[in-house]
């Protein structure tokens, strides 16, 4: 099974990367949890998104297209960083983002979403 693993966006990852010792224990601590993932078979790609002031968003409307400049509202609801992973089950998913470290320096949440698969289409 294929999931999607999505960081959220906080405050402090929409600021932007600033070097302090706190970041560069953070990236530390989550080098340590890619090596990990990579070992047991489960990391596929993951990186980290640069703020949402910096993005763009296409907004579809039939036909028509129209370009929104970041950064966007909601911050809670913003993407900061992903894994694409492959598991056994949600179970496992659930169990790794659980030995994930903080990934933020305060309060922040994980989402993890299954991938649709070829056979789920049919």
Same mark, same amino acid.
């Given at each position: 099974?294929?999931?999607? =693993? %999505?960081?959220?966006?906080?405050?402090?990852?929409?600021?932007?990367? =600033? +070097?302090? @010792?706190? #970041?560069?224990? %953070?990236? !530390?601590?989550?080098?340590?949890? $890619?090596?990990?993932? +990579?070992?047991?078979?489960?990391?596929?790609?993951? &990186?980290?998104?640069?703020?949402?002031s910096?993005?763009k968003?296409?907004?579809?409307?039939?036909?028509?297209? #129209?370009?929104?400049?970041?950064?966007?509202?909601? #911050?809670? !609801?913003? =993407?900061?960083?992903?894994?694409?992973?492959?598991?056994? &089950?949600?179970?496992?998913?659930? +169990?790794?983002?659980?030995?994930?470290? $903080? @990934?933020?320096?305060?309060?922040?949440e994980? !989402?993890?979403? @299954? %991938?649709?698969?070829? +056979? &789920? %289409?049919?």
């Open positions: 099974m294929r999931v999607m =693993v %999505l960081v959220k966006a906080t405050e402090d990852s929409e600021k932007g990367f =600033v +070097a302090t @010792p706190e #970041t560069s224990a %953070l990236l !530390e601590a989550m080098g340590r949890f $890619n090596r990990e993932l +990579a070992d047991a078979g489960i990391l596929r790609t993951g &990186d980290g998104l640069r703020p949402s910096q993005g968003r296409v907004a579809f409307d039939g036909p028509g297209r #129209t370009v929104i400049d970041g950064p966007f509202a909601a #911050t809670r !609801e913003l =993407v900061a960083g992903f894994w694409l992973w492959e598991v056994r &089950d949600m179970d496992e998913a659930v +169990a790794w983002v659980k030995r994930c470290p $903080n @990934p933020m320096p305060g309060p922040s994980i !989402e993890i979403r @299954p %991938l649709y698969e070829m +056979a &789920d %289409l049919q």
